[in-house]
């Protein structure tokens, strides 16, 4: 119970320390907003016009570092992240709720595929070692976890869908699927998230398959295997019950980590096929010096980490009896 | 709870549901017979049609589709096109504006349209600062009024005579429903009602879609039944979709047109120049500060081969006045000449008393050796990069080093604005239908800042009393004869001052595909100046399009 505790009181701490400097950092980036925005309207805007924005931005009268650091982690505490600045006058909480959908589904979904594939796999490869399948998942998955996903992503848009036209270059959705959840629409999101889950699944299940394959080898070696099978017990009940609970562990803990990061998003996936989720969101709003944004989708990004390892932390306890026992 | 009554009017209730949905799905189904499309390389933000929302947000239709303004003035030639306005005159002192409204125009809610919209839509400005973002109300307007119903008159405190261009693309709005609306800068105006050719059809992140207004004031347009704007994130994205046939028109800033016009029969694009690419002098700092030494560099430099580098050969090298080709014979007296030249740069360098060591690399004034001075360009921009890459090579030549300083948005623009670089590349921070606009922007005292602050627009921090005086003349009259005069002033000045050097043209990057549509703007028939697709001049072009 301690342990749980303690946990709980170090996610506090972390979290605090995580919108302290979320707060801090935007600060330290030269210019302020309203010149970068007069700068991107290249001419197209009179110089009078710093003062109109100003005002509308709330910029003109921001009081005092200290003053606002408090009304922020006032602001944090009631959900409120103010408004947009390179989507004025959109309330930043309206953007996130916008592009979290798409971010969840896209690269929380591909995660845990990845997870669950990559894993099976590995397993596979490490417990069938000598064979020739087997060993040669190894080569196979360092190659393509070594590839960088963004070409390979280019890549598979120029083949698939600019030479070959069967998927969409770009977006989540065609301009007008038809009603929210009817059949064009699942057909729509799906056609458009084929080529970048494909992407992400192929150059993140290596990495999965070749800790798991590891573990397994690690675990194979243990002489409590050796004894369950001088038991008799079944190969698929030293599998399920032996060998997979052990050596998933460490793998688990890497999955939580990699969930967490999921809100973040997959910067360089967005971009390179458009896709409106928190990741792409983010790059424009550090590019615009859009500080709510940018605060608002940094903070996420913590507290799903956070979140996610003590979530991690909670369930090694279940799976994990020596941390139980207080012995970790 | 098993109330039998109760079964059935839930029976009833869900049937009519079924049905609603069923005639609200055939209505939407009834899709638009010609529809444009256009493709942004950004993505737009939440639903929004407030045509004053301060920032680049009001969704792409409001501006261009949904409302009006008075008048279009074309930047690149000065020629003013009649919208909601038909006639506009000066006064002799030039302190009072009259401008004749459009009869027999309706909002598209079926109440008529007169001056006392317009006079309502600019007292509006007023009453918000914050949505005067051209600054109308700080720049002499003391009072608009509509005298009767269809005219319009405004009176200046100091008469301003360039501010027509911002007056005439302020956007217009309905009395009768906006003198209700009490926070316009946070408004969202759901249901938007203008006078426009479009109405407001449906908003998605992926797609907007307004539909043809059939009321329009103008018999028979427009040609087609629909617009819908479609997003990407990337230019190459965007440049895709046209190249596909997937949209009509873009404004799409890519770097090689001519390859991009080449790749089918149906790629074309139009690039009118209505900017100047410019190297800026921080004018505060030595040597900068010597005008001598700024002519040397200026010299040294070879704009035709930054210009043939930079944009592969698609846009030309700017006029060392400063002046857009589409406004030089209005306003340059003579043609300016390239000062091009490295041996006279190299003489004229030393002659100013920056010598050269026994290296050749050229010291200051005092004998101390140059260090080696920072061009600031925007990260990974290519065509700046490119541009500081040449520039590089051509003072090289003359004994002065360079090296390139490639910076994010935020610490490019604050760089400019705060006075921390040596020399920096960037567009004209104003520009217009008259060089006027180009010219205030850089070198009026008020748009100056001392250093660490932020100057808006002075980049160079230049000031000169002969080219603010020239620069007060310009904005009192409306007479032809006594702006050229101050322009002259103004350009001859510059040029022996040179607190710039003129680099390349700068153009509106309009990228089209005609498989599908006629009637886009060219060279031959520059009905607007390849505008951007949010703004007033791209209504011109949904009016002048036709499906083939």
Redesign the interface.
Known sequence: MSYLLRKLGIFVFTLWVAATLNFVLPRL????PV???????????????????K???GLNDLGSPVSQYFSYLGNLLRGDFG????????PVI??VR?ALPYTLGLIGVTTIISFVLGSALGLYSGWRRGGVVADGLTPVALFLNAMPYFWFGLILLYVFA?QL?WFP?????????G?TYSAGWWSSLLRHAALPVFTILVTSVGGWLITMRNNVINVAGEDYLAFARAKGLTERRIISRYVLRNALLPSFTAFGMALGFVVGGSILT??VF?Y?GLG?YLY?SV???DYPLMQAIFFFIALAVLLANLLVDFVNVLLDPRIREGQA | MNNPMTNKVKALVSLSLILTAALG?AA?AQNPKSTFTIVRS?????Q?YNPY?????HLLPTNSAIYESLFFVNSINGKVTPVLGTKYAWSKDNKTLTVTTRGGVKWTDGQGFDAGDAAFSFNYLKSY???????LW??GLSAVKATNASTLVFSFATPNTPIFQ?IAATPIVPQHLWKDVKDP??F?NAKPVGTGPFVAD?Y????L?VLKNPNYWMEGKPSVDAL?W?????ND?AQ??LL?GEADFGYVGISDPKTYAAKSPNASYWWPTN?INFLYFNTVKAPFNDAGFRKGVAAAINTKEVADKAYAGAVAAASPAAVFPGQQKEWLANAAKSTFDVTAADKALTAAGYKKDGSGNRLGKDGKALPSFKILVGAGWTDFITMAQVIGNNLKKVGINTSIDQQ??????????TGSYDMGI??????GSTPY??FN?AFNPD?SAPVGK?A??NLSRYTNPAITKALDTFSTTSNAATQQKAMTTIVSTVMKEQPWVPLTD?VNFGLFNTSKFTGFPSAADPYNDSS?DD?NGARLLYLNVKPK
């Open positions: 980036v030269p210019g302020d010149s970068v925005m007069l700068a991107k309207y290249q001419g197209r805007l009179d110089p009078a016009a710093v003062d109109a924005l005002i509308a931005y408004r947009s600045i390179s989507l004025f006058p959109t309206d953007v916008m600019f036209k270059l770009s977006g989540a959705l065609d301009p007008f699927p009603d967005e971009i458009s409106p792409f424009q590019t615009n010096l | 799905s939407h950004t993505q737009w933000g939440a929004n929302v301060p920032g680049d947000q600062p914050a949505l005067d973002t051209s600054g700080k720049s911002y800068s946070t969202t449906s998605s992140q992926q797609a879609r819908v479609i997003a990407t994130s990337t994205a895709l979709k596909s900017n994010a948005w935020g610490s490019y623009s604050g760089g400019l604005q960037s567009w004209g921070w104003g520009n606009y180009t922007a748009f932020t808006p627009s700068r951007p703004t």
